[in-house]
């Protein structure tokens, strides 16, 4: 019975959608570009005071810091070195602890997370690193989440590569990362290479959410109140999910209902190579974007999907970046690396994904998506893998 109930919202998912309300539609305008240090595999916007920074990344050892005006133009602030990072930065997250803004980098190269102060002026001070340990996996460190509680503030980390799991660290006033709690990947859960993470909370109670992209699937965590977790529920892909290769996670709420929308990036778009281990899964069977609903126990369920059309380009997903729009939808965008491009959708109170305008960028995205609303406007910032380019876009409403 729960297996036909599950096919049944499937089923659902795929018909026409129709709302009540005003179908949203963009069209996505090149605003400015410049260049970066490296190519873009990671960037993030802060504001600080009244000004909005752009932070980005790649495949080197430096982070690119940019000042975003309210019309969406891009200054070069300058450029901050990390620690042994010479194969790469990822997971860039900014936020505010005790009143101090950070940003907190994943250093894939050097297998440690590097917490940096942020400065009025947009400017980076270095604060700490925790370096990788027999026991935290922080290997290929590539994904970062900040979450706020009552007893303090913490931070989630997950890799790439074996050993493979999930980390929490409580964050100091400083900035200074105290190791609370590692738990390694098993066979039921989805942490062998965590590339997408998001929360909900629910009646004060924490709940973080992770991508597996080596072992297709999501898992639901509960954060307790002193930054320790426990697995809650999780869910393997198969021919009617899209979890193959799962890649970005992000949360939304729309009229009390929680969502956790996840993207993929097939199995079938790498080169057959050891570190994929389930062999089987390069049969492809399709792409799309998942909505999953999440329940009071913080437990997520599937409830629609958007499947690839001719009328859309998602092959390939890497990047979500969700930005605000109104009380009834959120927009959810959608950066690719292999149709080179930026798909929008609007996500609706009852979790359907609605296409709302896209763009061809001319460069592969590969994780390299942030956006931000500035003013009365709303702005993405891809960066291209294949060069050293960072591209602002204005969603203009038609």
């Known amino acids: 019975m ?44 802060h504001q600080v005071g009244e000004a909005h920074y752009l932070y980005s990344a790649g495949d080197g050892e430096k982070i690119d810091i940019y000042q975003i005006s309210e019309d969406g133009n891009i200054e070069p602030v300058g450029v901050q070195d990390t620690y042994q990072s010479r194969k790469g930065i990822r997971g860039l ?54 979450i706020h509680l009552a007893s303090g503030d913490y931070l989630y980390a997950g890799g790439l590569e074996k050993p493979a799991g999930l980390s929490a660290y409580k964050i100091a006033p400083s900035g200074e990362l105290t190791h609370l709690q590692s738990m390694a990947d098993t ?63 992000i949360s939304a709420t729309k009229q009390g209902w929680r969502f956790v929308v996840v993207g993929h990036r097939h199995h079938t778009y790498y080169r057959p190579t050891p570190w994929v281990k389930d062999r089987h899964t390069y049969y492809h069977h399709g792409d799309a974007v998942s909505v999953f609903l999440v329940n009071e126990k913080g437990e997520v369920n599937p409830r629609s999907a958007f499947r690839d059309n001719t009328e859309t380009l998602i092959q390939g997903q890497t990047r979500l970046q969700k930005l605000p729009l109104d009380d009834n939808f959120d927009l959810i965008a959608v950066a690719t690396r292999d149709d080179q491009s930026l798909q929008l959708f609007a996500l609706n109170e009852t979790g359907r994904l609605i296409e709302a305008g896209n763009v061809k960028t001319g460069f592969p995205i590969y994780y390299g998506l ?19 380019t960072i591209v602002s876009y204005r969603l203009d409403p038609k």
Not at 7 to 32: E, G, M, N, R
Not at 125 to 139: C, E, G, I, Q, R
Not at 370 to 388: E, H, P
């Open 93 to 146: 997250v900014a936020d505010t602890i005790a009143g101090k803004n950070f940003l907190f980098a994943g250093l894939k190269g050097a297998n440690a997370v590097e917490v940096f102060e942020i400065n009025p002026d947009g400017s980076l001070s270095s604060a700490f690193v925790t370096p990788d340990t027999d026991s935290t996996y922080l290997v290929r460190v590539i994904t970062l989440q900040v």
């Open 187 to 249: 066979e039921e859960i989805h942490t062998d290479g965590i590339i997408g993470m998001s929360i909900h909370e629910i009646d004060g109670t924490t709940y973080l959410y992770t991508g597996g992209f080596q072992d297709n699937g999501l898992s639901s965590f509960r954060i307790s109140e002193d930054g320790t977790f426990e697995n809650l529920n999780n869910i393997a892909d198969d021919h009617t999910l899209f979890l193959n290769g799962a890649y970005p996670v």
């Open 2 to 45: 729960q297996r036909f109930f599950f096919y049944l919202l499937v089923s659902w998912a795929f018909l026409p959608t129709t709302s009540l309300h005003s179908q949203p539609k963009f069209d996505l305008i090149p605003v400015d570009q410049a260049a970066a240090s490296f190519n873009t595999v990671t960037s993030t916007v």
């Open 370 to 388: 942030s956006g931000q609303k500035i003013g009365d406007k709303l702005f993405l910032f891809a960066g291209a893998v294949s060069d050293n």
